[in-house]
């Protein structure tokens, strides 16, 4: 099972970016699949996933109202529109896919990050 996560990159404030996160390899009867972030010296924190299931959805405070997650319900898949971007949005962007069957058995992948940069 692999995870690959695509996007990310330098904009200006005000831009966009398109962070993308597919997983192949297996097919699970639910998951979530969403992204962290983390700058130097702080720790990781949420800033959107989605439930494949149920389509709840989850953004931080920071991402509300400028990012939006959606998910392809043929197969894992995620992407994650960020706009208006801002300077303190910087930093490594982790996708992350949680993944489990109803009988039993969980699977959970990392990203191995991807940069984003906010900057004029």
């Known amino acids: 099972v692999q995870l690959q996560a695509s996007g990310g990159g330098l904009v200006q404030p005000g831009g966009s970016l398109r962070l993308s996160c597919v997983v192949s390899?297996?097919?699970?009867?639910?998951?979530?699949i969403g992204w962290f972030r983390q700058v130097p010296g702080k720790e990781r924190e949420g800033v959107s996933y989605?439930?494949?299931?149920?389509?709840?959805?989850y953004y931080s405070d920071s991402a509300k109202g400028r990012f939006s997650i959606s998910s392809d319900n043929a197969k894992e898949t995620a992407s994650l529109q960020m706009n208006s971007l801002k300077p303190e949005d910087t930093a490594v962007y982790y996708c992350?896919?949680?993944?489990?069957?109803?009988?039993?058995?969980?699977?959970?992948?990392w990203g191995s990050g991807t940069q984003v940069t906010v900057s004029s």
């Open positions: 390899g297996a097919t699970f009867d639910d998951y979530a």
């Open positions: 992350n896919a949680y993944l489990w069957n109803v009988l039993g058995g969980a699977l959970d992948l």
């Open positions: 989605i439930y494949h299931r149920y389509g709840s959805i």
